[in-house]
């Protein structure tokens, strides 16, 4: 093995250490807070009920199926969706937003590492403690809403990694809308309208193919659908090997894009940091 | 010769605040013309600081000692000027410069707040790459010149803030940094956790032959652990030398005690008087003409016993605080006394 390729090898060993210990030291936290953490899983059940309830209702009105979609399949895409939208939350802007205000970002400035390694590897020990909490959950809606749900293992393989694809597509898309932040301190109303493209677009309100075609056709150009609907179709849905594959390729392509404009603001964004609030 | 371990020159930082005039009325022009203010938090200063020296920093609130540990540590950009650091320019915040240096706040928190140091200590392991048996031996060290070995294993939000800011140093030098940014480290703790953090200060320069940048607005930090100061004010440095000569530069008198055999003789003609007790009276005399009142006193007084003495430095730097800019210190020009080792000459022009 070369110097380089040794340097290197251990490089990654440093960053596969930092990336355990910093998820280790998350999960003690939320595990700390386990009831509080609990009950706010729960209390984010309120929305895919709803949507499951509608759906369920119209299916069932339709004859057992809206476009062919079963009340089974409607079922199944909804309990998936909970662990899916869990898998979403991230570091948002607000947060980028009180880091600046408050001068937080000024203890992360000094780590020899960047801040993002922060917010994924603890977002990252967040979601392992969420993944099982979110098992007994996921329980109870399969009894309660009696799924449709058969998958292959080459589908539940897919399913396991496009989970965290869509951590990260997330994860890269809110930094990049962080970085506004160092331009202006609020932020919220660029926010806002971008989550709300992103709830239609992404499969989080209804799935896909209940959207219209120019919608369905917007949506393959933009992150969000890789980010939501994908992960969720890949496990309850029919999609071919190619599709499978072809769908953690373009989660992949995301995130490279998505981390590179982040790199490429932050590069800008930092001299404007003004460590105020301390 | 060494390098400077901490190297400034015209140093520069101003901010652009907003600003308006309060009420509904300017709220709404503001909408359509902002107004700004410049702001020079750092106008210019210039200084080094030799590898294992402790400097005390010294300034009122809002003087640009803080400003000027943020671009020291890479966390602001300066506007201007140059700053290197152990050979790096802090602004690029290279990882083998972020590696090799600290910035403590004495009001800011950067352990996690709801779990045992200890975890954070480790966390500092894994950020830092320190391989484990030179870590388990400097944080096992650390905590015992600390004391703090039963601190680090309870939450950190169940520490008190003396107890806190001690767990807190411990995490701050766990990478061994050469360079150390102290920013009131002893801010809102007792005279005790003060002295222990003091010697702890010390100890860690002496072992580690450190480099430290303190400010504080204790002087005994100062008078404890600095041989030299430098003071800035209105982001300009008025004196940058031994701790023992600031006297030298800002003390306008000096103070005589005399003790005579009339206790009621009217002193008034040789000076203010500041004290009497019986036959024992202080008197405040202008520097300049401290050796000719002396002599007149001895000359026309029945005088027992008579010293003279410097005001106290934590008076001297509250005077320098107070006033604008003391006469004969420009904008331009500081004053730079010679600090063993450091072979800066007596004066310097910036």
């Known amino acids: ?278 | 010769m060494a390098a400077p371990a901490v190297r400034v020159a015209t140093l520069n930082k101003t901010f652009f605040v907003p600003e308006r005039d309060a009420g509904l009325r300017a709220s709404v022009q503001s909408l359509f013309k902002r107004r700004h203010r410049e702001v020079r938090a750092v106008d210019g200063i210039s200084f080094e600081i030799e590898s294992g020296e402790i400097v005390g920093f010294l300034g009122p609130n809002g003087a640009g000692k803080t400003t000027t540990l943020k671009m020291l540590s890479g966390l602001l950009y300066p506007t201007s000027g140059e700053a290197r650091v152990l050979g790096h320019v802090p602004s690029k915040r290279e990882r083998e410069f972020l590696r090799r240096i600290t910035l403590v706040m004495g009001n800011r928190n950067q352990l996690q707040w709801d779990l045992p140091a200890l975890d954070s200590y480790e966390l500092n392991r894994a950020i830092y790459r320190l391989p484990r048996p030179e870590f388990l031996e400097l944080r096992d060290e650390m905590i015992d010149l600390l004391d703090v070995g039963d601190l680090v294993r309870k939450p950190v939000r169940n520490l008190s803030l003396g107890e806190r800011m001690k767990v807190e140093i411990v995490g701050s030098l766990l990478h061994r940094p050469g360079v150390l940014f102290l920013d009131e480290p002893t801010i809102g703790l007792d005279v005790t956790m003060q002295k222990r953090i003091r010697e702890f200060i010390a100890e860690y320069n002496r072992r580690h032959g450190a480099t430290v940048l303190l400010t504080s607005h204790y002087m005994a930090d100062v008078e404890a652990l600095c041989r030299r100061v430098i003071v800035i004010h209105q982001g300009t440095i008025l004196f940058d030398g031994p701790l023992a000569r600031i006297g030298d530069q800002f003390e306008a008198f000096k103070t005589l005690t005399i003790e005579i055999e009339d206790p009621d003789a009217d002193l008034s003609g040789y000076g203010a008087v500041l004290a009497r007790d019986n036959g024992r009276v202080k008197l405040r005399v202008p520097k300049a003409e401290t050796a000719r009142v002396t002599a007149r006193l001895l000359a026309d007084r029945e005088v027992a016993d008579l010293t003279v003495e410097d005001p106290p430095i934590e008076d001297v730097i509250e005077l320098v605080f107070a006033q604008e800019r003391p006469a004969g210190v420009g904008s331009t020009e500081t004053q730079r006394a010679e600090v063993p080792p450091s072979p800066a000459p007596e004066r310097e022009d910036q």
Do not use: C
């Open chain 1, 1 to 278: 093995m070369s110097t380089l390729e040794a340097g290197e090898a251990g490089r990654l060993r440093s960053y596969f250490d930092y990336y355990l210990t910093r998820g280790r030291t998350q999960i003690q936290v939320n595990f700390q807070y386990r009831v509080a953490t609990y009950m706010w899983m729960i209390g984010m059940l309120a929305e895919p009920i709803v949507y499951l309830v509608v759906w369920t209702t119209i299916s069932e009105h339709q004859g057992g199926a809206v476009q062919g979609i079963s009340t089974g399949e409607f079922a199944a895409y909804y309990i998936v969706w909970t662990l899916v939208r869990n898998m979403n939350i991230v570091f948002t802007p607000y947060g980028w937003e009180w880091r600046i205000r408050e001068g937080e970002l000024s203890a992360a400035l000094l780590r020899p590492l960047h801040p993002l390694h922060d917010d994924i590897a603890g977002f990252a020990g967040w979601k392992v403690a969420t993944i099982l909490l979110w098992l007994p959950i996921a329980a109870v809606l399969w009894i309660a809403f009696d799924p449709t749900l058969d998958p292959t293992l080459l589908e539940v393989g897919v399913f396991s990694l496009a989970i965290w694809g869509a951590y990260l597509i997330r994860t890269m898309f809110m930094s990049t809308l962080g970085m506004v932040t160092f331009w202006t301190t609020r932020v919220s109303a660029l926010f806002e309208l971008l989550i709300a493209l992103e709830l239609l677009l992404s499969g989080r309100l209804v799935p896909l193919p209940l959207m219209p075609d120019w919608a369905q056709e917007l949506a393959n150009f933009l992150p969000f659908k890789w980010s939501f609907y994908f992960p969720i179709q890949s496990l309850v849905g029919d999609l071919s090997t190619a599709e499978l594959l072809g769908g953690l390729a373009a989660q992949a392509a995301w995130i490279v894009i998505l981390t590179a404009l982040t790199l490429f603001f932050w590069r800008f964004a930092i001299r404007r940091y003004s460590a105020v609030g301390n």
